[in-house]
């Protein structure tokens, strides 16, 4: 059997982000213990993603003090001359800034290109031939550090400039969790022909002495219609190509997999990529603009993890021992979809099946589900497992020799379960009627029950045997030996916008499942047990 499961200080007034400067040892190899240490905490975000909504106007929102518009730090947001020269001479409009307090709108052309709110939260957009913004309504960009646990900042200052060819943004204020730190941040707007725009983002971070971070979450990026519920109108859900390129090294892809990371102790590090200057993502269309997002500065190196469930990326810094600040540069572009495809083409496949974790049946919704298959592209849906007891077996099935299995020591409750009809994945419509689940089960010394199942709730997506309120339909119950025995339910799901199918065992013993059907019964057709 093949073992599977869910894998995947001061302030320095000598900061100048232009010049070069002689890299610490640690800027080229991190060492083993941070990078592992960074890595598992990164892997443990991950999993944890997309429970995190950062509204406006929600608690943790930006707090201010009264200390207003200090002179931004010269070093920090000072253009260099050479760029201003070359951005004035591809592009001679200049954007037009709406603010108030620490709000602010950038507009192009009379379209808004960058969005800042409280001083802390940004979206900006790349234009051009792509509507779509990075940094959500719901999820915008947080300037200001530490995003994950720590969101809240006091600004102090927030300075909004335009020129030929560009805007800049100055942010400084300080961070209450982390000892009142100070930070400071910059980002540049900068015109590119065609209406299209680039943005670097500069930032550094006071590191005080207690407690003195290992690591620090300096920006999750969430991007527009990445996720289907982040869509915000648009018709489909977009970038299905991931693309990660190292310094030396060439494009490498992972295929955009719609896992909800639910298995205990997993790592889901198939996604997690080292940082330093010059790794590029990518988020990739084959027939739209993308974007790349490139390190262009991080001394001493860090983490860059990609959410399973939200696609949102989480991009950590590691503080060496004795560093009094940490630094990054990012410069964020568009691709045009000519250079997308060529890029996906290229690329080479980032080998994730080699790690069990990932390793999931296909779930089908319109064919019988006979677990002969592992989910490869973006558009397919996956069986999860519920804990490390549910396997595949490649020896055994109904009418071939494939099926899932659940092989249990104890007296607790697993399963092999999957996201359904409504709000889930890509089918977005609003079930009405009744369905029906169909299946095949074997048992063999169960000390307990072997059933299926319907979970039917209202909310967010939840872990299995979590889900608040919710209504929950199961077949009758094998217990003890059994060859092959058809078990089915019915349920409605009209009014409910999240829905699992279960293959559950309790108790000791081991269960086979296979040739799972789902089907919507006829208006006509009268519920009732099926035989």
């Not at 994730?352 to 589900?369: G, I, K, Q």
């Not at 020896?395 to 092989?407: A, L, P």
Request: net charge neutral; charged share 25%.
């Amino acid at each position: 059997m093949v073992r599977t499961g869910r894998p995947l200080c001061r302030r320095s007034k000598n900061l100048d982000c232009d010049r070069p400067r002689p890299r610490a040892p640690l800027a080229e190899a991190m060492s083993l213990v941070g990078a592992t240490a960074l890595i598992a905490v990164t892997s443990m975000l991950l999993i944890g993603c997309g429970a995190r909504p950062h509204e406006f106007g929600a608690t943790g929102s930006p707090q201010h003090s009264s200390q207003r518009h200090r002179e931004p730090h010269p070093k920090l947001c000072a253009l260099p001359a050479a760029a201003v020269r070359a951005a004035a001479a591809a592009e001679t409009r200049i954007p037009t800034i709406r603010n108030d307090a620490d709000d602010a709108v950038i507009e192009d052309d009379g379209k808004p290109i960058a969005v800042l709110r409280g001083g802390r939260d940004l979206r900006f957009r790349t234009g051009g031939d792509d509507p779509h913004w990075i940094g959500t309504r719901k999820h915008p960009v947080n300037l200001s550090w530490k995003p994950d646990v720590a969101p809240e900042a006091l600004i102090e200052s927030v300075d909004v400039d335009a020129y030929a060819g560009g805007f800049s943004l100055h942010i400084r204020g300080r961070k209450p969790q982390l000892n009142n730190a100070h930070f400071e941040t910059c980002i540049f707007g900068e015109a590119q022909r065609g209406g299209r725009w680039s943005y670097r983002l500069k930032s550094w971070l006071e590191i005080r002495p207690s407690p003195r971070p290992r690591h620090v979450e300096f920006l999750d990026l969430w991007f527009d219609a990445m996720f289907w519920p982040q869509r915000d109108g648009h018709e489909h859900e977009r970038f299905p190509w991931l693309v990660f390129r190292q310094p030396g090294r060439d494009y490498e892809f992972a295929p955009k997999l719609h896992l909800f990371p639910s298995l205990p102790g997993a790592t889901y590090r198939t996604l997690v990529q080292p940082l330093r200057a010059g790794t590029e993502l990518l988020l990739l269309d084959d027939d739209a603009a993308g974007h790349r997002i490139r390190i262009a500065r991080l001394p001493d190196g860090g983490n860059l993890g990609l959410c399973w469930w939200a696609w949102d990326a989480h991009f950590f810094a590691l503080a060496r021992p004795g560093a009094r600040k940490l630094e990054y540069e990012v410069r964020i572009d568009s691709v045009p979809a000519a250079e997308a495809r060529a890029i996906v083409e290229r690329a080479g496949l980032i080998p994730f099946w080699e790690d069990d974790e990932y390793r999931l049946p296909v779930f089908s919704r319109d064919a019988m589900n006979r677990f002969d298959k592992l989910i490869d592209h973006p558009q397919e849906w996956s069986w999860e497992p519920h804990s490390r007891d549910c396997l595949i077996d490649p020896t055994v099935g109904y009418d071939d020799n494939q099926s899932v299995t659940i092989v249990k020591s104890d007296t607790g409750t697993t399963a092999w379960y999957t996201r359904t009809v409504g709000g889930d994945y890509f089918d977005h419509k609003k079930p009405i009627g009744r369905y029906r689940v169909s299946a095949v089960v074997r048992t063999r010394d169960v000390q307990g029950e072997v059933r299926i199942g319907a979970v039917c709730h209202r909310g967010g997506e939840t872990m299995l045997y979590a889900e608040p309120g919710a209504d929950i339909v199961y077949s009758m119950p094998l217990t003890g030996t059994h060859d092959w025995t058809p078990l089915s339910i019915e349920f409605d799901p009209t009014g409910f916008n999240r829905h699992k199918i279960v293959l559950e065992h309790t108790g000791t013993g081991q269960s086979w499942f296979d040739n799972v059907r789902l089907e919507p019964l006829p208006a006509t057709e009268m519920a009732g047990d099926v035989p």
